[in-house]
């Protein structure tokens, strides 16, 4: 008999089923199974107690009656606990077979596969262009990236878009710098994206100060937006500059998207916006601007949601508006996801209530929409990050530090690599520490950004995680074994290191369905975590190279699980491992 992968979904199933054929049970009982305190077995069905309180039965004596009527089987034991919990524990057969199937990458992916995937558009990283990405972003890229491999992984189709800020009114600003300054758009030199930010900065300035270079920028940024060549051509161009420069990042991350659809490409969509929201009386003139209000809501009741300002423009809402109509009909998206920082979470409450509104006039069905925001990365000051003369730290001076740092790492470690090696291991470890530091701790929650504890080998950190997995390579290199193999002779788990790291492996699912379900790739990180600090104490205590080929297959068995599900788990983070390190 096969195992099933779920273990929770599985006895949460296997209790319904009893239930359904006893009288003392009915449709609304919940078995709630979750993984149990290892003291008291693997899994624990708590859903007894809270069904029996509302039934005004007495709790135990149901769950007696449950676990007495459960079908009789060899794979585990079954006892009752406490007020009326139900505790399952796993039998060394059942967690042997369950490890055989499912500890490889292949059978791994099968049994993840959604029943019913569905077409997910993650919206993420979306950097304003004429400027350098700062750190902020680097949350944005990085959480939305895990996001859309974790949903991948299990089947959905993901189409990956990054919504560039590509039409605000910084252009104007900038058009008006470099039109009076004279500036040739095709040789601002080496680092052309910090010449436009310096240009923008010194207009902005200007802009504060003076009244008519306020008006001219303004004048500027009507004639784009009318579609004047010129202006055009030059908004283009830094457009394209801006887009390279984005990309370095997003090679060094290893991110592509699918589409980079800015606002700009929204611009001729947002009449049907305006049209949409007054046809049904979603939206009201207020002070020359169309605005929505949410009179249900507490705050949005008097706080307005503006979609057209009082000068006629259209903003961030109108864009958003009019992103979430052609993503509906034209990429059929049945969920969205916006990755953004915590600050945007009114204008994304705001942007779902009035779509929810408009698609329910419309009587269209409406995609999932989840915003996904964050928190800010602090300093050591417990301040947001700055340099030290107080500018926001870029984006790609973190990146390269990053990697600079683990060079010396790999350097100190091994004297004679290569410099080629040692760029390449610098690469995965100093990237994947970033990542990792970004996206282990609840995303929403301000973080510290620490080199020292990124880069440490010991803890919750990518080092230590990749240590682990060289560490299982090395141990089937040295004994010329293939860590895909299969291990026939082994034989159930028996010592209490074997157990443990056994009973780790299945948990693996609940992990990536809570962090699925919450969209917090934390949840992850935190099982990895826990999985490769048992790998470790049942290495130290168990030696693999045995003579007894039963005994030497398990354990082979145990590293060859441990190393896919490390591997795959780092994978979906977007984290790269190495052979050695
Ligand atoms: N460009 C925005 C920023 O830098 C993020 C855009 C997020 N996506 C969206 N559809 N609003 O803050």
Known sequence: MSTSFDLVLFFDNLLIETACKLDEFSDSFHPQTRSADERFGDFQANGVLPYAKKAGKNPRELAQKLLESLPPCNDWAVELAGPGFINFSLSPDFLLRWTMDHGSEENLTRAVQSESPSKVVVDYSSPNTAKQMHVGHIRSTIIGESIARILA?????????????????????????????????????DDPIAKL????????????????????????????????????????????????????????LDVRFDHSLGESFYRD??????????????CQEDDGALVVFHPEHKRFAKQPFIIRKSDG????????????????????????????????RDHFEQLFLTAKKWYAAEEESLPTLNHVWFGTILGEDNKAIKTRDGQPIKLIDLLEEAMKRAAEMVR???????????????????????????????????????????????GNTAPYLQYAVARIKSIFRKMENDPKGSFPAARPPESDPERKLSRKLIFFPLALKQATRELKPHFLCTYLYELA?????????????????????????????????????????????????
């Open 533 to 581: 600090t048992e790998f470790s104490s049942f290495y130290n205590q168990e030696k693999v190279m045995v003579d007894d080929p039963a005994t030497r297959d398990l354990r082979l068995l145990l590293c060859s699980s441990t190393q896919s599900f490390l591997i795959t788990g780092l994978g979906l983070l977007g984290i790269d491992t190495l052979d050695e390190m």
């Open 153 to 189: 992984f299990q089947g959905n189709k993901i189409l990956r878009d990054n919504h560039l800020g590509d039409w605000g009114t910084q252009f104007g600003i900038l058009l008006l710098a470099i039109k009076e300054q004279n500036i040739s758009l095709d040789n601002l030199g």
């Open 197 to 252: 930010e310096n240009l923008y900065r010194a207009g902005n300035a200007r802009v504060k100060e003076e009244e008519t270079a306020l008006h001219q920028a303004r004048k500027e940024l009507v004639k784009l937006q009318e579609g004047d060549p010129e202006n055009l051509s030059l908004w283009e161009k830094i457009r394209d500059i801006s887009m390279s420069s984005f990309q370095n990042i997003y090679d060094l």
């Open 412 to 458: 100190q470690k091994n004297a004679d690599l290569s410099e080629n090696e040692v760029n390449h291991r610098a690469h995965i470890i100093g990237l994947g520490a970033v990542k990792y530091a970004d996206l282990s701790q609840d995303r929403t929650l301000d973080y510290v950004f620490s080199w020292k504890k990124m880069l440490a080998m010991q």
């Open 269 to 282: 969509k947002v009449e049907e916006v305006y049209n949409g929201l007054s046809k049904h009386q979603i």
């Open 313 to 344: 423009a259209s903003n961030y809402a109108t864009t958003d508006l009019a992103t979430l109509g052609y993503r509906q009909k034209e990429w059929e998206a049945e969920q969205i996801i916006y990755v953004t920082d915590g600050r945007q």
